[in-house]
């Protein structure tokens, strides 16, 4: 079978069709980790085939999340693992994650900044009770750090509405 790739700049139509001739099993398989660790979204979205290109495979991803009850869209954003967090430094991150993380900087730290980052992802997950999401492979360290100490400040209303917009986005 045809392994695909869905973070593409220009959406095919063959990958769509690629995509709607997989049965249930291979398209979880397949799309299963577009939310970290949450193939109950490919689950759902599996059922709005046929697709006409990969943007209506997002749409639907999207509309999925949209439509989750607030507590829904919290244990989705608590899929998410940290930033520059555990996960990374011991290098059990996705492949998709690790790639990202590293792009933005993420794996070339300093000491300073790691325990910076620690300390306001912990601060950030007391508050909110759910991590700092936001799309690693669209910014630096520098616009993630920022985001963070911004952030921290937002209501919890907020950070749930700017945490599944950058989950949206990371799809």
């Given at each position: 079978m045809q392994v695909l790739s869905v973070k593409m700049a220009q959406p095919t139509t063959r990958q769509a069709e690629v995509l709607n001739k997989l049965n249930?099993?291979?398209?979880?398989?397949?799309?299963?980790n577009i939310v970290?660790?949450?193939?109950?979204?490919?689950?759902?979205?599996?059922?709005k085939?046929?697709?006409?290109?990969?943007?209506?495979?997002?749409?639907?991803?999207?509309?999925f999340?949209?439509?989750l009850p607030i507590y829904g869209k919290e244990g989705l954003l608590r899929c998410f693992p940290d930033l520059a967090g555990k996960l990374t430094r011991e290098g059990r991150l996705s492949a998709d994650s690790t790639g990202e993380q590293r792009s933005a900087g993420l794996f070339d730290l300093t000491t300073e900044?790691?325990?910076?980052?620690?300390?306001?992802?912990?601060?950030?997950?007391?508050?909110?009770?759910?991590?700092?999401?936001?799309?690693?492979?669209l910014n630096k360290k520098d616009a993630i750090l920022?985001?963070?100490?911004?952030?921290?400040?937002?209501?919890?209303?907020?950070?749930?509405?700017?945490?599944?917009?950058?989950?949206?986005?990371?799809?």
């Open positions: 249930f099993e291979e398209f979880v398989e397949k799309l299963g970290e660790k949450s193939p109950m979204v490919a689950a759902a979205v599996w059922s085939r046929p697709f006409c290109s990969l943007q209506d495979v997002h749409k639907a991803i999207g509309d999340i949209d439509g900044e790691q325990t910076n980052i620690a300390r306001l992802n912990s601060r950030y997950k007391e508050k909110f009770g759910f991590r700092f999401v936001l799309c690693a492979r920022a985001g963070l100490k911004t952030r921290i400040n937002n209501s919890k209303d907020e950070e749930i509405k700017t945490g599944i917009g950058e989950a949206k986005k990371i799809c």
